[in-house]
């Protein structure tokens, strides 16, 4: 299994109706990809603990699936 080292974890919405950017840095490689998971926008900086790391660990998944169709 391969560790993945992710900061500088951004999310944002696009100009598409129901589509977010999810922007950070998969080992040192910047690296962008894109969802549809309106709760994961919703809760990416929610007070809530386990809401808020159930958002980032989303984001993380997408962000290390696109690291590895990537590199």
Not at 11 to 31: A, C, D, P, S
Request: include cysteine; charged fraction near 30%.
């Amino acid at each position: 299994m391969t560790n993945y080292k992710i900061t500088n974890l951004q999310m944002r919405r696009t100009k598409q109706y129901g589509h977010y950017e999810i922007i950070g840095e998969v080992n040192g490689e910047l690296i962008n990809t894109f969802t549809t998971d309106a709760e994961a926008f919703d809760f990416f900086n929610e007070d809530d603990e386990d809401l808020r790391a159930e958002s980032r660990a989303h984001c993380e998944w997408k962000l290390t699936q696109a690291y590895h169709n990537q590199f």
